[in-house]
């Protein structure tokens, strides 16, 4: 196999970043932004380079990269990329110069930096977590990440957050740890079973794929006592946390409406695919038939979700935590089509979180820009603010059309295959999660009202600037995203087809089998 | 049928899309600003370009009309394709896309350019015909997508054009509400769509039209999907009833008036609010599965059409009149498709295109004459200021009415002689038509009368004020004048086609290898009519109706004002049978209260009160467990020992 240190560049180029600005003088600080800007453009061009050397017919892993690390307990430094992390990784790569781009601080208005040296040092860090836990190709390595990834969030929320800032991030930590916890335990029971099996202990995670747990279906005390569905319930609540699916979803509107708007975009566009691609990429593939079973109680979950998401949304009069609450509502789709064990929903599920990563980081830094212009994210307190910033209102309905997913917009290539596919199987299920077609457009629509149309009613207009150009680009750029992936899905997707097809068939050859 | 390969589909879709681009992005660009597009540049290159697109519209109707039953395709590129679900971008024209092309591009020009004058002293014109044709595009894509997935894009997007539109004047928050109402109630609509494709992928394996129409011609296949034909109909129609405002999910085009009123000939009356009836008769081999479906669709447009067709009597904002009477005949047109007469809803949905858009565009005329005024009682004797209005008006009048030998008349008539002779015709259908057709001559005959006859009633302001519309108005509304007068020759019946030198049915003839033709049995088995005396009885009610209309309103404007016992009628006709309150009561405030106690009670309360709560636990251990915290080093150092050992013995396999 072909080994290449290019996935290991992108990983820690950020972190290198991150300790050359911790060695810079402060009075630098005004240019601390820039190095991060400069960070995200170059990983952004690893990550092209990546995406133009992988080869879209094979559904193997690529550009692995392999380390010893602690080899007597077979735990290595493996990083691998495939059809399914190759989009996730691309996400992320773009989602952040935007991010930053779309955040810049406007120090023209007397606001003074914050720490900026340590703030930009955990937007840095976080990156690093965020690529190691896409490509991530040993469990234990999967873990450190996605744990190394908790740790920069908290600051983020805790140091530069809203006024509940300490409650918000101790909140996201508790729930995200519990989860955790639970998922190390089986990581090293994997471990173990992994070393009595292959006779050599490995953390590869594609070897502890073929380790076959028992599963009992007979009965649901059976199933539950099955050692396959003890190991899938406890990656399963790791990940469905992060997701976040209801019932667990409370940490993230709070969360949200305390993190500073890049830290909101990074929270939504790729933080919470870490929860699903956990899930697509450990919980549901290498538990296969426990995850089955065990399907229709994640779907109902998911289609609960959806609704319930959007009538919290629906409910909200903050805008950012409206924005939140969709994010749940649009997370439930993904659910659905990660366990319907059907292709074509599958697919959907896996385009969805790229698609959602766009509108939702889209609409987050347009409650950015309203905040830092109006400093209140209170709906009551806009309207009719189309006639003043006409730039940011087109924006704004473009990312809202991606959120309901009009058809020639991404949003429409995630949620059609999904409820298509997943159709087949469930039609009831699907029939109440599209309600959510209509719950979508009723709070997307009253937002954008109560934001942008209607008459002017505050006094303090006359200085409300449009756009400037840092987020002309950052929109364009999501802009380009939207109706590019709407248009032509294939060109932006086709290398993911063989990883998928041969996902999807494994997956269901593995649960019809038996 | 031959396939033929044709750039002409794709040229016809993008024109528009060009002029779109072209306002919305080009000029803000080069003039640095939204509001700063002239009129005229606004108005002219998006005339310019859906003007365009009819050329190459009729260029592609030559080529139909050349062969045997040829349509011309465009695969642009593959737009889905994973999984086993394959959806290319592909366009098609046949003889049904190409008959609506036509309408579309050939009224939206007219309209088009009629608006270059009538939003000439708006803001934002730019943005005004951007969305317009942005409209085209996406109305285009409807009728040309040869699969229910690009169909639905198109559906979708009109849909959104429409939202857009319909609040142009968005700083006004009735308009913007209009708007969203709009969107979210066709949304409804658009669920019910999707379940339908979904089912028809699970039964067929496919959602190209194509593909779906040819493997209905196969019985095996047909008495497969036979058990799931009706729940799959249904669904398509629930659609339906959004996007071609039906009971019970008409409510939002009447609001949708509040966008300007060429916006309302184009795509509230003329074309996208017929999508419906579009895909009813595109999927018509699969309709015909379900006789309990096609039963369903009957009423729902029989009822619909009587129920609007009597708001329509009572209201007096010019548009609402318009508005019903759009719902009406959309009534009218389904309940062709439910008796099975799919051409014949196509014919009406053809001469309705014509003589609507007429009536609407004149209505913007008198309005723009009366200094934006929408209220007929404060109209009244405008024919003398008016002539040009007056006369296109009375044409498309004469036409809705279905008074011999204009459009209406033969399409209407054809719907009513349909709805009982043939197979899935019911006597007591054809009676509601009957009865709603002598509603629409007599509101007809009641706006004419209010507005251009009567009494002056307008202000001295407004009368100051009054003056014919521009060329630029007045010339389309002659075009679709003559449109309304002469188009119902298209669809001759036999029993007049042999009088006139055996002139066939022509449109039925041309949608025949699409639509089938069903003999119409001259003489009715469950009315033993004949064909005859049906035309002659519905041509006097019609002539009847509408004169009535006129004579009664030039002096008084509700039946109320002569008929004293009316008035409560009066009441509840005005509001409209109270339908928008009623919803409110039932729907929006229960989700509402839905919305609430999801955000307040369950998210806040249960679910958070249990995290805290569990933190709340936590820390009660935490200050118990406090205690072994003793500062103590020597404790401290043993309970290190103690757990380096039990590491140690882990590791070591000793216990596990």
Same mark, same amino acid.
């Given at each position: 196999?072909?080994?290449?240190?290019?996935?290991?560049?992108?990983?820690?180029?950020?972190?290198?970043?991150?300790?050359?600005?911790?060695?810079?003088?402060?009075?630098?600080?005004?240019?601390?932004?820039?190095?991060?800007?400069?960070?995200?453009?170059?990983?952004?061009?690893?990550?092209?380079?990546?995406?133009?050397?992988?080869?879209?017919?094979?559904?193997?892993?690529?550009?692995?990269?392999?380390?010893?690390?602690?080899?007597?307990?077979?735990?290595?430094?493996?990083?691998?990329?495939?059809?399914?992390?190759?989009? &996730?990784?691309?996400?992320?790569?773009?989602?952040?110069?935007?991010?930053?781009?779309?955040?810049?601080?406007?120090?023209?208005?007397?606001?003074?930096?914050?720490?900026?040296?340590?703030?930009?040092?955990?937007?840095?860090?976080?990156?690093?977590?965020?690529?190691?836990?896409?490509?991530?190709?040993?469990?234990?390595?999967?873990?450190?990440?996605?744990?190394?990834?908790?740790?920069?969030?908290?600051?983020?929320?805790?140091?530069?957050?809203?006024?509940?800032?300490?409650?918000?991030?101790?909140?996201?930590?508790?729930?995200?740890?519990?989860?955790?916890?639970?998922?190390?335990?089986?990581?090293?029971?994997?471990?173990?079973?992994?070393?009595?099996?292959?006779?050599?202990?490995? !953390?590869?995670?594609?070897?502890?794929?073929?380790?076959?747990?028992?599963?009992?279906?007979?009965?649901?005390?059976?199933?539950?006592?099955?050692?396959? *569905?003890?190991?899938?319930?406890?990656?399963?609540?790791?990940?469905?946390?992060?997701?976040?699916?209801?019932?667990?979803?409370?940490?993230?509107?709070?969360?949200?409406?305390?993190?500073?708007?890049? !830290?909101?975009?990074?929270?939504?566009?790729?933080?919470?695919?870490?929860?699903?691609?956990?899930?697509?990429?450990?919980?549901?593939?290498?538990?296969?038939?426990?995850?089955?079973?065990?399907?229709?109680?994640?779907?109902?979950?998911?289609?609960?979700?959806?609704?319930?998401?959007?009538?919290?949304?629906?409910?909200?009069?903050?805008?950012?935590? &409206?924005?939140?609450?969709?994010?749940?509502?649009?997370?439930?789709?993904?659910?659905?089509?990660?366990?319907?064990?059907?292709?074509?929903?599958?697919? !959907?599920?896996?385009?969805?979180?790229?698609?959602?990563?766009?509108?939702?980081? !889209?609409?987050?830094?347009?409650?950015?820009?309203?905040?830092?212009? &109006?400093?209140?994210?209170?709906?009551?307190?806009?309207?009719?603010?189309?006639?003043?910033?006409?730039?940011?209102?087109?924006?704004?309905?473009?990312?809202?059309?991606?959120?309901?997913? &009009?058809?020639? *917009?991404?949003?429409?290539?995630?949620?059609?295959?999904?409820?298509?596919?997943?159709?087949?199987?469930?039609?009831?299920?699907?029939?109440?999660?599209?309600?959510?077609?209509?719950?979508?457009?009723?709070?997307?629509?009253?937002?954008?009202?109560?934001?942008?149309?209607?008459?002017?009613?505050?006094?303090?207009?006359?200085?409300?600037?449009?756009?400037?150009?840092?987020?002309?680009?950052?929109?364009?750029?999501?802009?380009?995203?939207?109706?590019?992936?709407?248009?032509?899905?294939?060109?932006?997707?086709?290398?993911?087809?063989?990883?998928?097809?041969?996902?999807?068939?494994?997956?269901?050859?593995?649960?019809?089998?038996? | 049928?031959?396939?033929?390969?044709?750039?002409?589909?794709?040229?016809?879709?993008?024109?528009?899309?060009?002029?779109?681009?072209?306002?919305?992005?080009?000029?803000?660009?080069?003039?640095?600003?939204?509001?700063?597009?002239?009129?005229?540049?606004?108005? %002219?290159?998006?005339?310019?370009?859906?003007?365009?697109?009819?050329?190459?519209?009729?260029?592609?109707?030559?080529?139909?009309?050349?062969?045997?039953?040829?349509?011309?395709?465009?695969?642009?590129?593959?737009?889905?394709?994973?999984?086993?679900?394959?959806?290319?971008?592909?366009?098609?024209?046949?003889?049904?896309?190409?008959?609506?092309?036509?309408?579309?591009?050939?009224? +939206?020009?007219?309209?088009?350019?009629?608006?270059?004058?009538?939003?000439?002293?708006?803001?934002?014109?730019?943005?005004?015909?951007?969305?317009?044709?942005?409209?085209?595009?996406?109305?285009?894509?409807?009728?040309?997508?040869?699969?229910?997935?690009?169909?639905?894009?198109?559906?979708?997007?009109? +849909?959104?054009?429409?939202?857009?539109?319909?609040?142009?004047? /968005?700083?006004?928050?009735?308009?913007?509400?209009?708007?969203?109402?709009?969107?979210?109630?066709?949304?409804? +609509?658009?669920?019910?769509?999707?379940?339908?494709?979904?089912?028809?992928?699970?039964?067929? %394996?496919?959602?190209?039209?194509?593909?779906?129409?040819?493997?209905?011609?196969?019985?095996?296949?047909?008495?497969?999907?036979?058990?799931?034909?009706?729940?799959?109909?249904?669904?398509?129609?629930?659609?339906?009833? %959004?996007?071609?405002?039906?009971?019970?999910?008409?409510?939002?085009?009447?609001? @949708?008036?509040?966008?300007?009123?060429?916006?309302?000939?184009?795509?509230?009356?003329?074309?996208?609010?017929?999508?419906?009836?579009?895909?009813?008769?595109?999927?018509?081999? $699969?309709?015909?599965?379900?006789?309990?479906? $096609?039963?369903?669709?009957?009423?729902?447009?029989? $009822?619909?059409?009587?129920?609007?067709?009597?708001?329509?009597? @009572?209201?007096?904002?010019?548009?609402?009149?318009?508005?019903?009477?759009?719902?009406?005949?959309?009534?009218?047109?389904?309940?062709?498709?439910?008796?099975?007469?799919?051409?014949?809803?196509?014919?009406?949905?053809?001469?309705?295109?014509?003589?609507?858009?007429?009536?609407?565009?004149?209505?913007?005329?008198?309005?723009?004459?009366?200094?934006?005024?929408?209220?007929?009682?404060?109209?009244?004797?405008?024919?003398?200021?008016?002539?040009?209005?007056?006369?296109?008006?009375?044409?498309?009048?004469?036409?809705?009415?279905?008074?011999?030998?204009?459009?209406?008349?033969?399409?209407?008539?054809?719907?009513?002689?349909?709805?009982?002779?043939?197979?899935?015709?019911?006597?007591?259908?054809?009676?509601?038509?009957?009865?709603?057709?002598?509603?629409?001559?007599?509101?007809?005959?009641?706006?004419?009368?209010?507005?251009?006859?009567?009494?002056?009633?307008?202000?001295?302001?407004?009368?100051?004020?009054?003056?014919?519309?521009?060329?630029?108005?007045?010339?389309?509304?002659?075009?679709?004048?003559?449109?309304?007068?002469?188009?119902?020759?298209?669809?001759?019946?036999?029993?007049?086609?042999?009088?006139?030198?055996?002139?066939?049915?022509?449109?039925?003839?041309?949608?025949?290898?699409?639509?089938?033709?069903?003999?119409?049995?001259?003489?009715?088995?469950?009315?033993?009519?004949?064909?005859?005396?049906?035309?002659?009885?519905?041509?006097?009610?019609?002539?009847?109706?509408?004169?009535?209309?006129?004579?009664?309103?030039?002096?008084?404007?509700?039946?109320?004002?002569?008929?004293?016992?009316?008035?409560?009628?009066?009441?509840?006709?005005?509001?409209?049978?109270?339908?928008?309150?009623? /919803?409110?009561?039932?729907?929006?405030?229960?989700?509402?209260?839905?919305?609430?106690?999801?955000?307040?009670?369950?998210?806040?309360?249960?679910?958070?009160?249990?995290?805290?709560?569990?933190?709340?636990?936590?820390?009660?251990?935490?200050?118990?467990?406090?205690?072994?915290?003793?500062?103590?080093?020597?404790?401290?150092?043993?309970?290190?020992?103690?757990?380096? $050992?039990?590491?140690?013995?882990?590791?070591?396999?000793?216990?596990?």
């Amino acid at each position: 196999m072909e080994t290449s240190t290019l996935l290991s560049w992108i990983i820690f180029t950020p972190l290198l970043f991150g300790l050359l600005v911790v060695l810079l003088p402060q009075r630098l600080e005004q240019q601390f932004r820039k190095a991060a800007l400069v960070q995200t453009l170059v990983n952004a061009l690893l990550a092209t380079v990546v995406y133009l050397g992988f080869d879209g017919s094979s559904a193997g892993a690529q550009f692995v990269h392999l380390v010893e690390w602690l080899p007597d307990w077979g735990i290595n430094y493996r990083v691998a990329i495939d059809g399914i992390s190759l989009p &996730l990784v691309m996400l992320t790569a773009y989602v952040a110069p935007l991010a930053i781009l779309g955040t810049w601080p406007d120090l023209h208005h007397g606001a003074g930096l914050k720490k900026e040296k340590f703030f930009v040092f955990c937007l840095m860090a976080l990156q690093s977590g965020m690529y190691g836990t896409f490509l991530a190709a040993d469990v234990f390595l999967f873990y450190f990440f996605w744990e190394v990834v908790l740790i920069p969030m908290f600051f983020l929320i805790g140091i530069w957050g809203g006024k509940e800032r300490i409650y918000a991030t101790v909140k996201f930590f508790l729930y995200t740890m519990v989860g955790s916890l639970l998922m190390l335990v089986a990581i090293f029971w994997l471990l173990k079973t992994g070393a009595t099996e292959f006779g050599a202990p490995t !953390g590869e995670l594609a070897a502890l794929a073929k380790l076959n747990f028992a599963f009992d279906g007979s009965s649901l005390g059976a199933a539950l006592s099955s050692p396959q *569905t003890l190991l899938f319930l406890a990656f399963a609540l790791a990940f469905v946390i992060k997701v976040p699916m209801v019932p667990f979803h409370t940490w993230l509107p709070d969360a949200h409406v305390q993190a500073p708007t890049v !830290g909101s975009v990074f929270l939504a566009a790729v933080l919470l695919k870490m929860g699903t691609y956990g899930l697509m990429r450990i919980a549901i593939p290498m538990f296969p038939q426990a995850a089955h079973y065990f399907s229709s109680l994640f779907i109902a979950l998911g289609v609960i979700g959806i609704i319930y998401g959007a009538f919290c949304a629906l409910h909200q009069t903050d805008f950012k935590k &409206l924005v939140a609450y969709s994010s749940v509502s649009h997370m439930g789709y993904i659910m659905i089509g990660l366990f319907a064990f059907q292709k074509v929903a599958i697919a !959907g599920a896996l385009y969805q979180m790229i698609n959602h990563g766009i509108s939702a980081g !889209g609409l987050f830094l347009i409650v950015g820009f309203l905040y830092e212009r &109006l400093h209140t994210r209170n709906l009551g307190e806009f309207g009719g603010l189309a006639k003043s910033v006409p730039l940011m209102a087109i924006g704004f309905m473009i990312m809202t059309l991606s959120s309901v997913a &009009l058809p020639g *917009t991404n949003g429409f290539v995630g949620e059609f295959p999904i409820l298509l596919g997943a159709f087949q199987v469930w039609p009831v299920y699907v029939l109440f999660a599209g309600t959510g077609v209509i719950l979508g457009a009723v709070y997307a629509l009253k937002a954008y009202q109560l934001v942008m149309l209607g008459p002017q009613t505050r006094t303090d207009l006359d200085g409300l600037t449009d756009l400037n150009l840092k987020e002309i680009v950052a929109m364009s750029v999501l802009t380009v995203f939207v109706f590019g992936i709407g248009f032509f899905p294939k060109a932006f997707f086709w290398k993911s087809d063989a990883a998928l097809e041969s996902y999807g068939t494994s997956l269901i050859q593995k649960v019809s089998s038996k | 049928m031959e396939t033929m390969n044709s750039s002409l589909p794709l040229l016809i879709l993008i024109s528009p899309l060009i002029g779109f681009f072209i306002n919305g992005v080009v000029f803000p660009l080069k003039l640095k600003g939204f509001a700063k597009t002239s009129a005229n540049a606004a108005g %002219g290159t998006a005339t310019f370009f859906i003007g365009l697109s009819f050329l190459f519209a009729t260029v592609a109707f030559g080529k139909l009309l050349g062969g045997e039953n040829p349509s011309l395709v465009t695969y642009c590129f593959e737009w889905f394709n994973f999984g086993g679900l394959e959806i290319p971008f592909e366009l098609r024209i046949d003889r049904l896309s190409g008959t609506l092309v036509m309408i579309i591009t050939g009224i +939206g020009t007219l309209i088009h350019l009629y608006s270059t004058s009538y939003m000439h002293d708006e803001e934002c014109v730019g943005r005004y015909f951007s969305y317009l044709n942005l409209f085209c595009f996406n109305m285009l894509l409807l009728v040309m997508g040869n699969n229910l997935p690009l169909l639905f894009f198109g559906w979708e997007g009109v +849909g959104l054009c429409s939202y857009l539109l319909i609040g142009f004047w /968005y700083t006004d928050t009735e308009k913007a509400n209009a708007g969203k109402k709009a969107f979210i109630v066709n949304r409804v +609509g658009d669920l019910g769509f999707l379940i339908g494709m979904f089912l028809l992928f699970r039964e067929l %394996g496919t959602l190209s039209l194509t593909e779906i129409n040819a493997l209905l011609a196969d019985p095996a296949v047909v008495s497969r999907i036979m058990p799931s034909a009706t729940l799959i109909c249904l669904s398509l129609f629930v659609g339906a009833t %959004g996007k071609s405002a039906q009971i019970p999910l008409y409510v939002w085009l009447p609001d @949708a008036m509040s966008g300007p009123t060429p916006v309302s000939a184009l795509i509230h009356a003329a074309t996208m609010v017929t999508a419906g009836v579009y895909m009813i008769a595109r999927l018509n081999p $699969l309709f015909e599965l379900s006789p309990l479906a $096609l039963s369903v669709i009957a009423h729902t447009g029989a $009822l619909t059409a009587l129920f609007a067709g009597s708001i329509a009597v @009572a209201q007096t904002d010019i548009k609402k009149v318009l508005a019903y009477s759009t719902v009406s005949q959309l009534g009218f047109m389904f309940l062709a498709c439910g008796v099975g007469a799919y051409q014949t809803a196509v014919f009406h949905l053809m001469t309705h295109a014509f003589f609507k858009a007429l009536l609407f565009l004149g209505s913007g005329s008198v309005i723009h004459a009366c200094s934006g005024e929408q209220d007929m009682t404060k109209m009244g004797g405008l024919k003398k200021y008016l002539p040009h209005t007056h006369l296109t008006m009375l044409i498309g009048s004469l036409a809705i009415s279905g008074i011999p030998f204009f459009s209406g008349f033969f399409s209407k008539d054809e719907i009513l002689y349909s709805a009982i002779a043939l197979p899935n015709g019911v006597s007591y259908l054809f009676v509601i038509g009957v009865l709603t057709a002598m509603l629409t001559a007599f509101y007809t005959g009641r706006m004419m009368s209010l507005t251009f006859y009567g009494k002056e009633k307008m202000s001295e302001e407004v009368h100051h004020h009054l003056h014919e519309s521009p060329a630029l108005m007045t010339g389309p509304l002659y075009v679709l004048a003559g449109l309304a007068a002469f188009g119902g020759f298209l669809g001759v019946p036999h029993l007049l086609g042999d009088y006139l030198g055996h002139m066939p049915h022509l449109l039925s003839q041309w949608l025949a290898p699409i639509i089938p033709t069903k003999e119409l049995p001259l003489v009715a088995v469950k009315l033993p009519l004949h064909e005859a005396v049906v035309m002659f009885g519905s041509s006097v009610i019609a002539v009847v109706s509408f004169f009535a209309g006129v004579a009664m309103f030039k002096r008084i404007e509700f039946i109320s004002d002569i008929f004293g016992g009316f008035a409560p009628v009066q009441k509840l006709l005005a509001n409209k049978y109270y339908v928008d309150e009623l /919803y409110h009561l039932m729907i929006v405030t229960p989700i509402k209260k839905i919305a609430a106690f999801a955000g307040d009670v369950i998210d806040k309360l249960v679910l958070d009160g249990a995290v805290n709560g569990v933190g709340r636990g936590v820390r009660v251990i935490g200050s118990t467990l406090r205690a072994v915290q003793t500062g103590d080093l020597q404790t401290y150092g043993i309970l290190m020992l103690g757990g380096l $050992l039990v590491a140690i013995l882990l590791i070591f396999k000793v216990l596990v």
